[in-house]
């Protein structure tokens, strides 16, 4: 089955700075990549996604990047903000029957 | 608001009884996925059920089973509980591949 591994587990940066999380995964055959937002309490929100025939995708502030061949992903936040402080979590998915997650990156942003 | 409900919000049982979770699914969506979140974990994919069909499962013995219903409303229903069936329990619908979770049940048992 998929395996999806998520780097780096917390991270803290300044408020204004850049935080980026990466993912890889196993299955090639996997071809949907959500990246979801937890707060603490709450129930994950997709922020953005990407699928496997795109190499990027930007929405304002959030960014995701997809290497096919080496099989990882990124999230990049740019410009971060306190409210952006939450646990941010990667997925896989093939088909979109099964989805894979990795284990979270918990954002601290500091004012 | 996503549309997603779930319930009970909170749940405490004691090992080896028998639970019921409950899920509505958002307006339209025909696909319903469960999964478990332990603390401090990713979700982990239980089962998926599309149009009262599973439709693929996760690494979870089969004392965790569902049901769908004619109005894509969901259940979880987990046999004999154990110490570490302690989790939230999340439910997403979805239609095409994108996911909307609910809130989410907090199991304990005890």
């Known amino acids: 089955g998929e395996n999806v591994e998520q780097h780096p587990s917390t991270l803290s940066v300044q408020e204004g700075d850049s935080a980026v999380i990466k993912c890889t995964y196993s299955?090639?055959?996997?071809?949907?990549f959500p990246w979801y937002k937890q707060e603490l309490g709450k129930r994950p929100q997709l922020i953005i996604d990407?699928?496997?025939?795109?190499g990027e995708k930007k929405d304002q502030r959030i960014a995701v990047t997809l290497n096919k061949t080496a099989k990882h992903f990124s999230l990049h936040i740019t410009e971060t903000q306190p409210e952006d402080s939450a646990v941010y979590f990667c997925a896989a998915s093939n088909t979109g029957n099964q989805f894979y997650f990795g284990t979270g990156t918990s954002l601290t942003v500091i004012p | 608001e996503t549309g997603v409900t779930q319930s009970p919000t909170h749940l405490i049982k004691t090992r080896g009884q028998q639970v019921t979770l409950r899920c509505s699914s958002q307006?339209?969506?025909?696909?319903v996925s469960w999964y478990q979140q332990a603390l401090g974990q990713g979700p982990q994919f239980i089962f998926q059920?599309?149009?009262?069909?599973?439709?693929g499962r996760g690494n979870f013995p089969p004392r965790f089973s569902g049901l769908q219903f004619p109005n894509y409303s969901s259940e979880l229903n987990v046999n004999a509980l154990e110490l570490d069936d302690s989790a939230l329990y999340l439910c997403?619908?979805?239609?095409?591949?994108?996911?909307?979770f609910g809130p989410g049940t907090r199991l304990t048992v005890l």
């Open positions: 997403a619908s979805s239609i095409g591949g994108e996911q909307f």
């Open positions: 990407i699928r496997s025939n795109v």
């Open positions: 307006s339209g969506h025909n696909t």
């Open positions: 299955d090639s055959a996997s071809n949907y």
């Open positions: 059920y599309y149009r009262e069909e599973e439709n």
